[in-house]
Every structure is written in structure tokens, then in C-alpha cells.
């Protein structure tokens, strides 16, 4: 009976090997080697930061290390396609944030399937987004500037880092919620259009909170509103967008962790629970605090649910700001 056993058992092995799938047992010394996490920017920004923080936890937490590989290019497109032809053995990692979203419905054609190639693991951080307006501007208030862009339609003018990003679509989606008509000035990249706007070329700027605390606790901006319903943890003194006039306008923006879509689901399941471990860690928290970024543990169900609804979020902006895939 023993001796049947094994030899069924290699059985499966062998046959496993020849198709080219990872053996599920795999799962249980999983990982027995380093793993690599793709972001697909610079290292220094956001989402560079988030995800060394998170992964140098990780490494503790598994004993093993994590290499965090910047694989900047076309707007992370790059990385994405890296990692979605990686072999699926959960040792190439992905950060997938609110850039990958929009990556896919900005573009027809791409070498993957943002949805189908990838399977989502947990979001690693979320953030909002800050309405800003020069420290000296005359709208003290979020009521002061809808006031004034209600009776002076087109009058004002608003930044972004580029048509299709993250600034750019928040403020669309203000902008048809709000009932109100700013005009839209896409730049190459946040920092000219931060510099812009301190310079009173720009009247306000959506930008996210990783970027917009240090200067707005320093009073070079004016915070009048962070994008999600209620306020931000790491900005208590900034209205949340439904409460300084805005109702049912809720906009969070995020970094995740994905994986190749045929990673076996033992393998995806050790991930999520190891993740959530990890940033439902204090020490995690707090460090993310400093980033004005918070831990946002799910299941791997309750983060596909999620990156659908974002899906559905920001192709209605994208239809608001007359923006057709290229």
C-alpha cells in the first residue's frame, strides 16, 4: 500500500514537472529562495517607498530575502509585463497599484491583460489625494472655490503630472460630481505643476497625500479637501470631500501586490496570509504613517473586488474627461 502510494505520488510529480506547473506541495517550504517584488518607477517615489517598507517587513517575517527591482519604462509597463511572463511560482511579485488600472484602460493594446494576467494578492497601502491651492490663495475654504468656479465657469485652472493620471482623473471626477467647470493644464510630470502652482500660474491641484503632507503641514500649501469621504488619518485638520461640500465623492487611490495568474492557489493563499500578517503589524503602521500612507489588508476575494470597482471608477472618469484609449 505504502510503495502504491509513493509511486502514484511521483506520479504526479512527473507529470506536474512536464506540464510546466508548479507542484502544489510546493507551497508548504514556500519561499525556499529569494523573491523578487517588480515596481514598475524610479526608486524614491511613492510607490518605491511603500513597497521596500513593506517588503523589508516581509523578509523579516520570513526569514528570507526580498529584492525590490525598479523596472521603470513607459509608465510601469515594463514591469508589468515582466512579471506577467514570469513563471508562476510566486518568486516574481508585482506591485500593482492605481497606475496599473489606468494603464489598462489608457491603452488598446498592451503586451498582457491587466485583468486576466495577473492574480491580486492584497492591497499593500492606501492614500488619498489633496485638493491644495497656494498658501495666499483667496479660497480659504472648499465652499469658497465651488462658489467661485459655479459663477465663473472655466475661469480657473488646475495641474496634473499628465492627461489619463491619477491627478488628472481625480479632479475630473471632482469636477462632475461638484458641478463645476475648472480648466484642465496636463504637465510632464507633479513637481512643474506643484512649482506652477506656487507660482499662481495653477489655482489648485489635486496630488496625493505622500507628497502633499510635508508641504502642507509646512504651510506652503493650502489643503482645502483630501479626496476620500472622511479625513485622512495623517492630515486630521483637512476636511474630508463629503463634509466640506462635496457628498458621495470618495476617491482612494492605492499600491497592491500581484502575482502571474497561474501562481498555484496554495502558494497565493501563503502570500495573502503572510502579507496581512505583515501589515497588521503596529510597527508597519506606523512607519507607513510617516508616508501619510495607511495599511490596507484583504483577502485575495475582497482585493479583486476591489481592483473591479476601481476598474469601474476610473473608466467613468475617463468617460467624464472625453479621454479615448490610444
Not at 14 to 19: D, F, Y
Not at 45 to 57: E, I, N, P, Q, Y
Not at 295 to 315: C, D, H, S, V
Amino acid at each position: 500500500m505504502a510503495r502504491t502510494s509513493l509511486t502514484r505520488a511521483a506520479g504526479v510529480l512527473v507529470s506536474a514537472m512536464l506540464l510546466g506547473a508548479p507542484p502544489v506541495a510546493a507551497a508548504d517550504a514556500y519561499p525556499s529562495r529569494p523573491v523578487k517584488i517588480v515596481v514598475g518607477f524610479a526608486a524614491g517615489g511613492g510607490s518605491d517607498t511603500a513597497t521596500r517598507l513593506f517588503a523589508a517587513k516581509l523578509s523579516e517575517h520570513w526569514g528570507r530575502q526580498i529584492v525590490v527591482e525598479n523596472r521603470g519604462g513607459a509608465g510601469g509597463i515594463m514591469a508589468a509585463e515582466l512579471v506577467a511572463h514570469a513563471a508562476p511560482d510566486g518568486y516574481t511579485l508585482f506591485n500593482c497599484g492605481i497606475s496599473h488600472v489606468l494603464r489598462a484602460l489608457l491603452y488598446k493594446k498592451l503586451p498582457f491583460d491587466a485583468r486576466r494576467d495577473f492574480a491580486p494578492i492584497s492591497p499593500i497601502a492606501t492614500f488619498a489625494n489633496v485638493l491644495v491651492v497656494p498658501p495666499d490663495s483667496p479660497f480659504r475654504s472648499l465652499s469658497d472655490l465651488l462658489a467661485y468656479a459655479r459663477a465663473h465657469p472655466g475661469k480657473l485652472h488646475y495641474g496634473s503630472s499628465g492627461v489619463g493620471g491619477s491627478m488628472h482623473l481625480t479632479m475630473e471626477l471632482f469636477k462632475a460630481q461638484a458641478g463645476i467647470d475648472i480648466v484642465h493644464v496636463p504637465y510632464k510630470g507633479g513637481s512643474p505643476a506643484f512649482a506652477d502652482l506656487l507660482a499662481h500660474q495653477l489655482d489648485a491641484n489635486f496630488d496625493n497625500s505622500t507628497v502633499m503632507a510635508g508641504p502642507v503641514r509646512a504651510g506652503q500649501v493650502r489643503a482645502l479637501a483630501v479626496s476620500t469621504a472622511a479625513r485622512w488619518p495623517t492630515l486630521p485638520d483637512v476636511p474630508g470631500a463629503a463634509e466640506a461640500g462635496v457628498p458621495g465623492f470618495d476617491v482612494l487611490a492605492f499600491y497592491g501586490l500581484c502575482a502571474p495568474a497561474a501562481t498555484p492557489v496554495p502558494v497565493l493563499d501563503k502570500l495573502n496570509a503572510d502579507t496581512l500578517a505583515v501589515l497588521r503589524n503596529p510597527d508597519v503602521a506606523a512607519r507607513f504613517a510617516e508616508q501619510s500612507i495607511a495599511p490596507a489588508p484583504m483577502t485575495r476575494g475582497q482585493f479583486a473586488a476591489f481592483l473591479a470597482e476601481q476598474f469601474a471608477i476610473w473608466q467613468r472618469a475617463l468617460e467624464q474627461a472625453g479621454i479615448e484609449p490610444e
